[in-house]
């Protein structure tokens, strides 16, 4: 191989092993939040709950605002806001 095509393989082969490695930490990680939620549960604490308030927290106040008014006004829509009889 010419030099511009080592290069080029070794900054491929960089690459892809940069790829993998953070796959595996992805992985770790994911296995570290799925035992997070397991203690949770065995806590009796509601983990679709707390999946929620994540997301939320995950939301600028603006957001936040912007879906929760969403959702209400959906929810009047089908009859199902507060005080509305289903």
């Known amino acids: 191989m010419n030099n511009t095509a080592t290069v080029a393989h070794e ?28 203690e949770a549960k065995a806590t009796g604490f509601d983990t679709k709950a707390i999946k929620k308030i994540i997301q939320i927290r995950k939301l600028d106040a603006d957001e936040r605002a ?15 806001a507060d005080g509305d009889e289903v």
């Open 11 to 38: 900054q491929l082969k960089s690459f892809i092993e940069r790829v993998e490695h953070l796959e595996e930490d992805k992985k770790t990680i994911s296995d570290d939040i799925k035992e997070v939620y397991g």
């Open 66 to 80: 912007e879906q929760e008014a969403i959702l209400d006004l959906y929810l009047q829509a089908i009859g199902m």
